[in-house]
């Protein structure tokens, strides 16, 4: 099973891009969907997560309000709607798979709780 990220571009400061993240190979079953982002020089930091079994969507302080995680036509289909976009947000995105029958929602914050990652997809973000 692999995931892959796409949808990354170039985007003028306030415009707005979706990411789409798609798994390959078998279905295979998780808990939740999260995207993470790294930028140059940078930990990789949790942008959004989306709950499976337990349901709810989960935020960084830096996005909320302006990143919207949902699914897209399959539970192993996630996108990230990304609008008022600033310079900040400059980083390669990755979406990762956290595979656990059950994940609480206390942890879905952190990039150690995640299985399954793939290639990312750039975004940067002119001002």
């Known amino acids: 099973v692999q995931l892959q990220a796409s949808g990354g571009g170039l985007v003028q400061a306030g415009g707005s891009l979706r990411l789409s993240c798609a798994a390959s190979?078998?279905?295979?079953?998780?808990?939740?969907m999260a995207w993470f982002r790294q930028a140059p020089g940078k930990e990789r930091e949790f942008v959004a997560a989306?709950?499976?079994?337990?349901?709810?969507?989960y935020y960084s302080d830096s996005v909320k309000g302006r990143f919207t995680i949902s699914t897209e036509n399959a539970k192993d289909t996630v996108g990230l709607q990304m609008d008022s976009l600033k310079p900040e947000d400059t980083a390669v995105y990755y979406c990762e798979a956290y595979m656990n029958a059950y994940c609480a929602s206390a942890t879905v914050y952190y990039k150690q709780a995640y299985d399954l990652w793939g290639q990312g997809t750039q975004l940067t973000v002119s001002s």
């Open positions: 989306m709950r499976y079994r337990g349901g709810g969507t």
């Open positions: 190979g078998h279905t295979f079953s998780s808990c939740a």
